[in-house]
């Protein structure tokens, strides 16, 4: 079962342009989060949002997240050849450390 | 050490070998799981574990997996009589807490059975 569902599932963009990533989830959660995967670092962790938050900043990452309609987006400003990844969000269930993910956003950048 | 590592990076074996993944977690990090992930998925949850306790192994998916750690650091995902259906990455996370958990991924293992 996947508690959060990414889109688009592929992206491609020109560098230097914003890339915006958007997920949904199922239950309640009082978090969420999103990781990034290349073949080269594998998973990385890029950023936690509370469910009491609404924006959270990380250099040139942004993510929002709407409790009331259960989603959330990733927006990379200044997209570089190097941003290019598979990324995921994930949330927890009930238990609050078993964190269900989605299928992923594959994000290419064009140089 | 300075992340998570995990041996074998890649598992070749014959449909009902037993193989034996291993995670060395961060030092000192109390929660640690294990996921496998499917080309093209996410991670699927398999087991979590706080210091030796397995808290959690609704995740495996047949009785021919079993998972342990038994000093509360080292971990080993064991695998009997290999399915096809077992091909995956077998990845390990750990995490300094046990809630609201940044959780910081070794490489894998990336298991092909034949």
């Known amino acids: 079962s996947q508690q959060g569902e990414e889109d688009p599932q592929a992206l491609s963009i020109q560098e230097g342009e914003n890339a915006t990533m958007n997920c949904s989830y199922k239950?309640?959660?009082?978090?969420l989060q999103w990781y990034r995967q290349n073949s080269g670092r594998g998973l990385v962790h890029l950023i936690l949002i509370r469910s009491n938050e609404r924006e959270k900043h990380s250099g040139r990452l942004r993510v929002t997240l709407d409790t009331s309609k259960k989603s959330s987006s990733l927006l990379i400003t200044a997209s570089r050849a190097a941003d290019t990844a598979s990324y995921f969000c994930?949330?927890?269930?009930?238990?609050?450390?078993?964190?269900?993910w989605g299928a992923g956003t594959k994000l290419i950048i064009k140089p | 050490g300075a992340g998570v590592s995990q041996s074998p990076r890649y598992k070749v074996a014959k449909r009902g070998q037993d193989v034996a993944l291993r995670c060395d977690p961060i030092?000192?990090?109390?929660?640690l799981f294990w996921y496998q992930q499917a080309l093209g998925q996410g991670p699927e949850f398999l087991t979590y574990f706080q210091n030796e306790a397995q808290l959690d192994k609704s995740g495996l998916p047949s009785d021919r997996f079993f998972a342990e750690r038994p000093e509360g650091s080292v971990s080993t995902l064991k695998i009997q009589r290999t399915q096809q259906e077992d091909s995956a990455v077998y990845l390990c996370?750990?995490?300094?807490?046990?809630?609201?958990?940044?959780?910081?991924f070794g490489p894998g293992t990336r298991l092909t059975v034949l």
């Open positions: 239950t309640s959660i009082n978090n």
């Open positions: 030092s000192g990090h109390v929660s």
């Open positions: 996370a750990s995490s300094s807490r046990t809630t609201d958990n940044e959780q910081f």
């Open positions: 994930a949330g927890p269930m009930d238990s609050n450390y078993q964190l269900i």
